[in-house]
């Protein structure tokens, strides 16, 4: 079974505080992603990575940056957080290449910034 | 632009056949996704389609008309079980951004005894 593990699931942090969400899976995945869920807007992609050093901007990268160093990790990264980017975050991955391999969820980590 | 439509909630008894219906406009298709999502939870894999038609695997089925835009998982015999939120997601075929999911806001079923 793929295991995608994300390193929180609860986290609180203050505003202006620099915030570091990591992810770690274990099936050696070439596509990453992290996504925000909000209630009534689903889920929202804000960046992801289709191998180690690649990166790509998704729908709402703004207030976040992201680095994959080594294939099984994907961090995602507030560099000053605000009030509005208190939401649960879910990061993903994927087996690149035929278009059924589905993503593959972690647990999410709950963001409240104070 | 991608917009995916679904219904916000729905709500059914135990045994019920209820029916999630999901619209999608984008400008690539690859594929579409069926998630379940329990509160508090991560989504988990229930469904893709790609090709017209039905596709069925024990008590869900999925449904896809690509030239409609439009697919549907239909879950007979609900169980209480089966309360969650069920999210509509496509995949596109446009370059760099393959295996991209353009996800809808999920339709919040809940199962009734």
């Known amino acids: 079974d793929v295991k995608v593990t994300q390193s929180s699931r609860y986290l609180v942090k203050r505003t202006g505080e620099k915030v570091f969400l990591e992810c770690v899976q274990d099936m050696d995945h070439e596509n990453m992603f992290w996504y925000r869920q909000d209630p009534g807007l689903g889920l929202r992609l804000i960046y992801f990575s289709y191998d180690v050093k690649m990166k790509e901007k998704g729908d709402i990268p703004e207030g976040y940056s992201v680095s994959r160093e080594k294939k099984e990790r994907f961090s995602l990264i507030l560099e000053s957080a605000s009030t509005n980017q208190t939401s649960m975050y879910l990061c993903?991955?994927?087996?690149?290449?035929?278009?059924?391999?589905?993503?593959?969820f972690g647990d999410g980590t709950r963001l409240s910034i104070l | 632009g991608q917009n995916i439509d679904q219904p916000t909630e729905m709500t059914a008894t135990e045994g019920a056949i209820v029916q999630i219906n999901c619209t999608y406009q984008t400008s690539g298709f690859n594929g579409l996704f069926w998630y379940q999502q329990h509160a508090g939870e991560a989504p988990t894999f229930l469904s893709y389609?790609?090709?017209?038609g039905l596709e069925e695997k024990g008590r869900f089925s999925s449904f896809l008309s690509r030239s409609k835009g439009y697919s549907y998982l239909l879950l007979k015999e609900l169980q209480m079980k089966d309360s969650a939120s069920y999210l509509c997601?496509?995949?596109?075929?446009?370059?760099?951004?393959?295996?991209?999911?353009?996800f809808g806001r999920g339709t919040q079923l809940t199962v009734w005894p």
């Open positions: 997601a496509v995949s596109s075929d446009r370059g760099s951004t393959l295996g991209r999911l353009y």
């Open positions: 389609n790609v090709l017209d």
């Open positions: 993903a991955s994927r087996r690149q290449g035929a278009s059924n391999q589905p993503q593959h």
